[in-house]
C-alpha cells in the first residue's frame, strides 16, 4: 500500500515547479511505483497561461478548486473549469490552460506515468523518459 500526504511531498523532488513559473506539480504516484499511471496535484497560478500538447501521453484532469478555462485549438473551443469539471485529452489534444482570477486546483492522471522530472518542452510536451 502506498499512503502520501501533500506535506510529504513538498520540498521533495517530486514538487516540481514550471520552468516558465506557471504552475507546480506534486506528484504522489510515479512510474517507478509501478501502478501505470501516475498522478499529481497540479497548480496553475492564477493570471497565467500555458500552451500544451501531451503527444506523448493521455492526460485525465479533474478541477477541485479554482477558476480558468481550457482551449481546444483544433475547434477554437473554449471550455470553463471549476471545481467538479473533469476534462480529457483522450486525442492528445494541443490546447491553452489558463487559471483566471484564482488558481486552479486540479488533480491529473497521466498515462503512460512520467517519471518525475518533466517540464514541458518547446512543443508544449513532456519527452518520454525512463
Known sequence: MIVRSVEYIKGTDREIYAKKGTWISR??????????FSFHETIIFAGTETFIWYK???????????VGEIEDIENNKIYPLYDGVMYALNNHD???LRATTEDLRLIC???PPL???????EDGSYPLLE
Do not use: Q, S
Request: proline share 0%.
Open 27 to 36: 506528484r504522489f504516484l510515479l512510474k517507478d511505483d509501478g501502478m501505470g
Open 56 to 66: 506523448n501521453h493521455l492526460e485525465a484532469v479533474y478541477c477541485v478548486g479554482g
Open 94 to 96: 494541443k490546447h491553452y
Open 109 to 111: 492522471v497521466f498515462n
Open 115 to 121: 517519471v518525475g522530472k518533466e517540464d514541458h518542452d
